[in-house]
């Protein structure tokens, strides 16, 4: 697919990944429709990017009305959509159950569970129906790329988020299978650790442990993740893989 006068849909693009995805892929000249709840950061994301034609939706993905009506103001408003990138995703982590001295003293609550769910697979479900549903009205070939993430294998304190990330690397198979027909591919990429705003707020002695444990001796760069995603959307074949980008780190 030629990135030249797309049209490609970022959720969660306020800041972090979503934004650098959205500034590499507005250099090559995408249009650039961002959604997310962050409504102050995400209009000065849509405002910073080059080029013309970028169009900004304050919406919930993990509410089935807001996600449909945000579909279809990109599409009033940019016409037929060429890519959907499903990076909107939040994290609630804590223990199964957490013992002391042989007692069970907490556990993961039903909330923290369902919040994860909601947004980070409930969401990608959400987005990727509304995505391809308008691809094939439209007639248009297209692609969507799930972000997942290292953590989809299982990882320590992570239940909820490992059970979303897992799945989104599944649905995209399943939706490469599925959509195929329709000349609309499907894909997921599984970042590592990565220098977002997120991260660089934690402590230099935590950031420090994280990356003594990654081969490659850093973390990623937001670009490097952007580019990954870059290249899935540019060639025609990739359809049904997930793409680890974690510095040779394996959890």
């Known amino acids: ?21 959205a ?44 996600v449909d009506a945000a579909f279809d103001e990109i599409a009033q408003q940019l016409g037929d959509i060429d890519a959907l990138i499903n990076n909107a995703g939040v994290t609630r982590d804590g223990l199964l159950v957490k013992v002391k001295d042989g007692e069970v003293v907490d556990r993961m609550s039903l909330e923290q569970w369902q919040q994860v769910i909601d947004v980070n697979l409930t969401g990608v479900f959400l987005c990727g129906r509304a995505a391809a549903e308008r691809m094939i009205r439209g007639g248009r070939k297209g692609v969507i790329i799930n972000i997942s993430s290292i953590s989809k294998g ?68 937001p670009d490097e993740i ?10 025609d074949y990739v359809n049904g893989r997930d793409f680890a980008v974690d510095g040779g780190l394996r959890l």
């Open 154 to 221: 299982g990882n320590f304190g992570q239940t909820n988020y490992t059970a979303a990330k897992s799945g989104n690397a599944a649905m995209a198979v399943t939706w490469a299978k599925e959509l195929a027909r329709y000349g609309i591919r499907a894909a997921s990429v599984s970042p590592g650790f990565t220098a977002t705003e997120m991260v660089a707020a934690m402590p230099e002695k935590a950031i420090e442990k994280i990356t003594s444990t990654i081969p490659a001796a850093r973390l990623a760069e």
């Open 226 to 235: 952007a580019s990954t995603i870059r290249f899935i959307i540019e060639n």
């Open 1 to 21: 697919m030629k990135l030249d006068e797309s049209t490609i849909v970022i959720t969660g693009a306020a800041r972090g990944l979503g934004a650098a995805m």
């Open 23 to 66: 500034r590499q892929l507005a250099e090559a000249g995408a249009r650039i429709a961002l959604i997310d709840l962050q409504s102050d950061l995400l209009f000065e994301t849509r405002d910073s990017l080059p080029g013309q034609g970028h169009h900004a939706v304050v919406a919930s993905v993990s509410d089935e009305q807001q």
